[in-house]
């Protein structure tokens, strides 16, 4: 019978593999069933390979990690055997686990939510400290960090219990206070599960148990205010956030800000959002929709059009704001020509618009039959290199075409073909029909030629049919659009 090295009850070995190791210098993987079944041989050879050859007799915590990071987590078969090899290395008298191999293992069950081996593990850690701890003075350094890793993961789940006995360990274990990362933690995991009383409760312990704390904590609890319907306390957190010392960031300033709109109070948080630029604090693409979009909502559009011209004006309009709901509120509301000006000043200033904003911009254009306009954004966008849907492009020709600038729309054609945008069947008889219109029949047989090239004419007859089209206008093939 071989002898085993004694270990807590609670991290007792799993049985693994159904042929015992010949090597009596390691104690043996126990068998996994009764009956050996392929999938245990196989990983049985392959411990053995790595772990039981002449020149690799001895396991320490190095090669344990590296064959459990660098072998074990790569096969398909076998990584979730993790556990259980980590479990059987703590059985031999020559082998103890470090801090390294604590750490992987905590993360390694957290992340893959085995959450009752990762109570066990946690109870393991407990009672076989590091061996860098062995002098008994000063707690392994790495202990707050593996256990804040397991809280994580236990919020996360919503198994917020186990969260808290996981903490109470952890704070057994430290020298000194936890920090305010780990209270942070499980404040979040409160609140996100909807349990604000918990939540100020433990803020309550961390104040109590003199650990101070940071913008986090302010903002963990201040969106716990709004969600919970309660602005008029998060304002007084705000509040008592400053004098403490604690500055605002833009989290803090974007849960106020969409706080007093969802109060209708949106003059406030434009104050508010002054208050933020004035104070240095980033002014962000989130912060900037929360206004625009807030105000469009209300229906404020003037006033969000002022908001913007102003932010640009003070140079803190965000470069990666996109615009485009702006641009289409504006439209909607047949404002086209105010959203073209808006979004002129803002693409001089550097602010490129998305390529959806673009072709909102030319189609509200469109409808109000300023088909000049649409042309410049058209053009403006496919030289910046925003390339445009073919329906939105196909339909400008045709606008073009009907106002008597063919030769405008085919030179758009050609600039759009040099950025990615092939012309179709469609873009090709929106052209010929504008070159009979304006009896240009040289220009319009040479489309039809590159048409023919490109495969869209199938037949004789259908290319009669444009020809003959180029000779007589009321004869030509009307466009769809």
């Known amino acids: 019978m071989v002898l085993r090295k004694k270990v807590p009850t609670i991290l007792r070995p799993t049985p693994l593999l159904s042929n015992p190791l010949p090597n009596p210098q390691l104690t043996p993987l126990p068998s996994v069933t009764l009956t050996p079944t392929s999938q245990h041989n196989h990983f049985f050879n392959f411990i053995k390979t790595y772990f039981l050859t002449p020149h690799n007799n001895h396991i320490t915590p190095a090669s344990l990690l590296h064959f459990l990071?660098?072998?074990l987590h790569h096969h398909p078969r076998f990584t979730h055997y993790d556990f259980h090899i980590f479990t059987w290395a703590s059985t031999l008298d020559s082998f103890r686990?470090?801090?390294?191999?604590?750490?992987?293992?905590?993360?390694?069950?957290?992340?893959?939510?085995?959450?009752?081996?990762?109570?066990?593990?946690?109870?393991f850690i407990s009672t076989n400290p590091c061996p860098c701890s062995d002098d008994g003075i000063f707690s392994c350094p790495q202990i707050e960090s593996m256990f804040l890793v397991a809280i994580n993961a236990f919020c996360k789940a919503k198994r917020l219990d186990d969260g808290v006995m996981a903490f109470e360990s952890m704070r057994k274990l430290i020298d000194g206070r936890p920090s305010v990362s780990t209270y942070n933690a499980l404040i979040n995991g409160f609140v996100k599960c909807g349990e604000y009383n918990r939540a100020l409760e433990f803020y309550d312990r961390m104040?109590?148990?003199?650990?101070?704390?940071?913008?986090?904590?302010?903002?963990?609890?201040?969106?716990?205010?709004?969600?919970?319907?309660?602005?008029?306390?998060?304002?007084?957190?705000?509040?008592?956030?400053?004098?403490?010392?604690?500055?605002?960031?833009?989290?803090?300033?974007?849960?106020l800000i969409k706080g007093f709109f969802r109060e209708r109070k949106s003059e406030d948080g434009i104050k508010m959002a002054y208050e933020m630029i004035?104070?240095?604090?980033?002014?962000?693409?989130?912060?900037?929709?929360?206004?625009?979009?807030?105000?469009c909502r209300e229906g404020r559009i003037s006033r969000a059009c002022e908001l913007v011209i102003d932010l640009l004006t003070r140079r803190v309009f965000p470069k990666d704001f996109?615009?485009?709901?702006?641009?289409?509120?504006?439209?909607?509301?047949?404002?086209?020509?105010?959203?073209?000006?808006?979004?002129?000043?803002?693409?001089n200033n550097g602010n490129l618009p998305s390529e959806i904003a673009c072709t909102t911009l030319i189609e509200g254009l469109r409808r109000l039959r300023k088909t000049e306009q649409a042309f410049g954004v058209m053009e403006k966008m496919l030289k910046e290199g925003i390339v445009p849907d073919s329906v939105t492009?196909?339909?400008?020709?045709?606008?073009?075409?009907?106002?008597?600038?063919?030769?405008?729309?085919?030179?758009?054609?050609?600039?759009?073909?040099?950025?990615?945008?092939?012309?179709?069947?469609?873009?090709?008889?929106?052209?010929?029909?504008?070159?009979?219109?304006?009896?240009?029949?040289?220009?319009?047989?040479?489309?039809?030629?590159?048409?023919?090239?490109?495969?869209?004419?199938?037949?004789l007859a259908t290319y009669n049919r444009y020809m003959d089209g180029l000779s007589n206008v009321r004869n030509s093939v009307r466009p769809e659009c």
């Open 207 to 255: 104040l109590k148990n003199k650990v101070k704390p940071d913008v986090v904590t302010f903002n963990i609890l201040i969106s716990s205010y709004c969600k919970n319907k309660k602005f008029d306390l998060a304002l007084l957190l705000f509040r008592e956030m400053k004098e403490k010392g604690c500055s605002p960031n833009v989290v803090s300033f974007n849960t």
């Open 97 to 123: 686990h470090d801090h390294a191999t604590f750490f992987f293992m905590v993360c390694s069950l957290a992340s893959s939510y085995r959450f009752s081996e990762l109570q066990s593990l946690l109870a």
């Open 278 to 295: 004035e104070l240095g604090c980033v002014f962000s693409s989130v912060t900037c929709e929360i206004l625009v979009d807030g105000l």
């Open 69 to 71: 990071k660098s072998k």
């Open 393 to 459: 492009f196909n339909c400008l020709l045709k606008d073009l075409c009907t106002v008597g600038r063919t030769m405008d729309a085919n030179r758009l054609r050609l600039l759009a073909s040099q950025k990615g945008l092939d012309a179709d069947e469609i873009t090709y008889h929106t052209l010929i029909y504008g070159y009979a219109r304006e009896n240009r029949r040289k220009e319009g047989e040479k489309l039809v030629v590159e048409m023919l090239d490109e495969g869209f004419i199938p037949d």
């Open 322 to 347: 996109d615009y485009f709901g702006f641009v289409e509120k504006l439209c909607e509301e047949g404002n086209a020509t105010r959203a073209l000006e808006i979004v002129d000043k803002l693409w």
